[in-house]
């Protein structure tokens, strides 16, 4: 047991850098793989200390990638990898490892409606690691890129009951002053109507993909913009503006703390 020092966190990713004192002998460090070419079955192996029960190992298999959760602060964690290895409180930091020992995944949490283990639990993809680790390490946080808008999901019974031209897409709910939507030109809604049971901000544009990626949920924006962007990086957007499509380009600034 040593003290530790915290480097850096990124709450977002449920990561975070800490530091320590030890002499290079005494560390044997684990070895990085990569979340790139998983499947579905592979063998996993959680490591972690469940209820302070220390150095507990669990296997089981890859039951899904790309799975996209929602946490209870409500920040979108994507493309985790779902197993059904044992995870309990206490194992999350701890590694997910492939079938040779190295590490694909970090556990960080699980659905469960008893608190415990019920074989669905998430690890953050060792690449993810991998991009984030380095900006903990320099700068202390990782710059999240961000558009500065809020979407609302279009389905097609909201389409066709506003007789909208396209049937899938999001909506631009609200837009944040001086962020990069505003910048780029972006609409967004200037009035709201009741569509059956719900509330449907209309009015502004309808964003329908992301750099010829196409968008049904808002979780799918998110996700692409953490994964597939930077900061500072520009992005187009297909978006409907009164029945015609046309392509907004916008700068992606840094996402507010």
């Given amino acids: 047991v040593v003290p530790a020092q915290v480097v850096g966190t990124d709450a977002f990713n449920d990561l975070a850098v800490l530091k320590i004192d030890v002499p290079a002998e005494r560390i044997q460090p684990i070895e990085l793989g990569t979340s790139q070419g998983l499947r579905v079955g592979q063998r ?15 296997t089981g298999v890859i039951s899904a990638l790309g799975r996209v959760i929602q946490s209870d602060e409500g920040r979108v964690l994507g493309e985790m990898i779902q197993t059904d290895a044992a995870i309990n409180p206490g194992n999350s930091g701890g590694p997910l490892l492939d079938i040779q020992g190295r590490v694909i995944g970090v556990n960080t949490a699980i659905r469960s409606p008893s ?27 990782y710059p999240h890129p961000w558009l500065g808008a809020e979407f609302y999901p279009l389905t097609p ?8 031209p396209v049937e899938r897409g999001l909506m631009v709910a609200q837009l944040y002053r001086g962020g990069p939507a505003v910048q780029a030109g972006l609409r967004g809604a200037t009035r709201e109507v009741q569509v059956a049971n ?57 996402k507010p703390e």
């Fill in 198 to 254: 719900t509330i449907v901000p209309i009015g502004g544009d309808i964003v329908t993909a992301v750099n010829g990626v196409a968008l049904k949920r808002t979780e799918e924006l998110a996700v692409y913009l953490e994964t597939k962007t930077q900061v500072g990086q520009t992005v187009e957007l297909t978006v409907i503006r009164d029945s015609t499509e046309m392509k907004i380009r916008a700068a992606l600034a840094e």
């Fill in 157 to 164: 019974a909201v389409a066709r009951a506003l007789k909208l």
């Fill in 44 to 58: 996993v192996i959680a490591i972690g200390n469940p209820f302070g029960l220390e150095r507990t190992l669990t």
């Fill in 115 to 141: 608190g415990g283990s019920v074989g669905i639990g998430f690890a953050v993809p060792v690449d993810t690691l991998k991009r984030v680790v380095p900006s903990l390490i320099t700068y202390g946080r």
